[in-house]
């Protein structure tokens, strides 16, 4: 397949895409919030395995892996669901986790909170990511 | 960084993140493939940044996020009251034991020369604070832990005696190499990796093609500085792209 590049865009001034806009370290359509007081119902109620991305506002890698997650979480939705749980305010929870380094992601089978079938440390690809996932979103 | 995003689709940015496998200079259109998808753009700017460099122990990457990190801002939070030791004796490893004294007891600078490499007034900095002490002639040659760092197996250069310093945290700032693996045979590319831009410009040894940021940059190394030399590649991009553009559209 072969993408031709973008026509320079004919605006300078730009403003005619606002439905375009990526979603940031915010929460999106896919993906949701979680508290310390949210977490455990989240995780023993889910019908599928979720993602829980533990970040910080002042931490950069987790601003870079944002995007990634984003989209990840739009393309296997339907496998995976996606949460973020911001370490600032809610200490309890990446305690309980010995969550150290972040971003950190730990992948939680349904049901299963007590200990994480997978954890990720550190920002990564979308290429990478998507291989060490594997076997939750095939 | 989310603004400066958001801002770039306004103004009608495509993104596609994933990481470029091969990449083709030779002429413009110049070809970027991912994944197998070939890319072609008449300008190309490179942004790849740098890597922190790691120590190479099979314990770091055991340990990683279990208290090794690479990353003081990100990770210091974790550790109020603890023991750390930072490696390295640059800047960077510096700025981060000076950091990390707003969260831990106790930090050490573990060092492999006798004297920082870092700038004198950080340097003094470091030698006023109470909280930071220092292991000179000093490598990391293990790090001790079974679930989290219990320690650091230090060997003495000069003597070569090993001995554990009892530590929580590890944070490595033993520098950074510049992500240019995939341009390095079709750019000028200096001793260390780094591309080689044109003095005051992002300008590389190929038309068309610029580089920003911590791939072109061992000296700054700044988010700001990285940024201003984006800009700079970006309206050196537009320049070279209007001046293309009479043979462009025949």
């Known amino acids: ?138 | 960084m989310t603004k400066f995003r958001e801002q770039a689709a306004r103004f009608g940015a495509d993104f596609v993140t994933a990481d470029a496998d091969r990449v083709d200079l030779a002429s413009a259109p110049f070809g970027v493939w991912v994944d197998g998808t070939e890319y072609r753009g008449e300008a190309l700017i490179i942004s790849t940044g740098a890597t922190a460099r790691m120590l190479g122990l099979e314990s770091e990457q055991r340990l990683l996020g279990h208290g090794v990190s690479t990353c003081a801002t990100c990770d210091g939070f974790f550790f109020r009251g603890k023991r750390l030791a930072v490696v390295g004796g640059g800047d960077s490893a510096v700025e981060e034991a000076t950091f990390l004294t707003k969260f831990a007891t106790q930090v050490t600078l573990v060092h492999r020369r006798d004297e920082l490499r870092a700038s004198k007034i950080m340097a003094e900095r470091a030698y006023a604070n109470p909280k930071i002490d220092f292991r000179w002639n000093a490598v990391v040659d293990d790090v001790v832990g079974n679930g989290r760092v219990e320690a650091v197996r230090l060997r003495d250069t000069l003597t070569d005696e090993h001995s554990d310093l009892a530590v929580e945290g590890v944070f490595v700032a033993i520098g950074h190499d510049p992500n240019s693996a995939l341009f390095r045979q079709q750019l000028d590319c200096d001793d260390a990796g780094y591309i080689v831009t044109g003095a005051d410009s992002t300008s590389t040894s190929v038309e068309g093609v610029f580089a920003a940021g911590d791939v072109q940059d061992h000296v700054y190394r700044q988010a700001i500085t990285a940024a201003g030399s984006g800009c700079m590649a970006a309206i050196e991009a537009e320049h070279w792209l209007a001046a293309q553009e009479p043979t462009a559209r025949q």
């Open chain 1, 1 to 138: 397949m072969r993408v031709e590049a973008a026509a320079f865009p004919p605006s300078r001034l730009g403003g005619d895409r606002p439905g375009n806009l990526t979603k940031g370290v915010g929460v999106s359509d896919h993906i949701v919030a979680l508290t310390d007081s949210t977490f455990d119902e989240t995780i023993s109620g889910a019908d599928k395995p979720v993602l829980v991305d533990f970040w910080a506002e002042w931490c950069g890698p987790c601003k870079m892996i944002a995007p990634v997650l984003e989209e990840i979480a739009s393309e296997n939705g339907g496998k995976l669901q996606i949460a973020k749980l911001n370490v600032d305010d809610n200490p309890n929870v990446a305690m309980r986790y010995n969550v150290m380094s972040i971003p950190t992601l730990l992948v939680f089978k349904p049901g299963e909170s007590a200990q994480e079938a997978r954890r990720l440390v550190g920002a990564k690809g979308k290429a990478q990511l998507l291989q060490e996932l594997a076997e939750f979103v095939a």
